[in-house]
């Protein structure tokens, strides 16, 4: 049974750093990608980051403003984690963040959207104060 379950979230201030994790297991293939998701109130849930377990190929996302700059996505291989590194955050990083997983195709040329993922997990609440 494959789990994804999400850590890391919180409060902080704008300009402050967060780092979110995403641990992850029961994995039966080894073609796997991770992405990192975001769902602010009354808006749809976008993708900012993904990266495949295996090559640990990554890609962040073009469309929603300030995350190549600010973010970046990792793997732990001996962890069986993949993190979400955000720097500088603002309140329009306010979200709930959920990583899910897919196979490859979800993240070949970029963040594919939610009907590509096979596994979500719960989220976490991040919160930027001003």
């Known amino acids: 049974e494959v789990q994804l379950v999400e850590s890391g979230g919180g409060l902080v201030q704008a300009g402050e750093s967060l780092t979110l994790s995403c641990a992850h297991s029961?994995?039966?293939?080894?073609?796997?990608?991770i992405s990192w998701f975001r769902q602010a109130p009354g808006k749809e849930r976008v993708g900012v980051a993904c990266?495949?377990?295996?090559?640990?190929?990554?890609?962040?996302?073009n469309v929603v403003k300030g995350v190549k700059d600010r973010f970046d996505i990792s793997r732990d291989s001996a962890e069986n984690t993949v993190s979400l590194r955000m720097n500088n955050l603002s309140p329009e990083d306010t979200a709930v963040y959920y990583c899910?997983?897919?196979?490859?195709?979800?993240?070949?040329?970029?963040?594919?959207?939610?009907?590509?993922?096979?596994?979500w997990g719960q989220g976490t609440q991040v919160t930027v104060s001003t």
């Open positions: 990266i495949r377990l295996n090559k640990g190929t990554r890609f962040l996302s």
């Open positions: 029961g994995f039966t293939f080894d073609d796997y990608a």
């Open positions: 899910a997983a897919g196979r490859t195709p979800a993240c070949m040329v970029g963040i594919n959207p939610p009907p590509y993922y096979d596994f």
